[in-house]
């Protein structure tokens, strides 16, 4: 799980960025079970492209979603509903 300065240091981040909406690529890795990937899936936002790795032993998965984001809020909540689920981890 992502903390509160970790998130604001994100956000801190964004808000230097004058063009929005802005394509953010998210990044997670997570155990590779169909009920992880179906609530992390669940909670991107339509309109993106999403691609997927296993792991060398196939026990975890990493998701990059690509998508455009209207603002450094919206990117920030998602990211910290994302980092509060258990065995997610963003990066």
Do not use: C, H
């Amino acid at each position: 799980m992502q903390d509160n300065k970790q998130l604001e240091g994100l956000r801190e981040q964004l808000l230097k960025t004058k063009k929005w909406p802005l394509r953010y690529m998210f990044k997670f890795v997570m155990p590779n079970d169909k009920e992880t990937l179906a609530v992390v899936q669940s909670m991107m936002p339509d309109g993106g492209t999403v691609s997927y790795k296993n792991s060398a032993n196939g026990k975890y998965i990493a998701m990059t979603y690509v998508v455009n984001m209207p603002d450094a809020d919206s990117i920030v909540s998602l990211t910290g509903s994302v980092s509060a689920l258990p065995n997610v981890m963003v990066l």
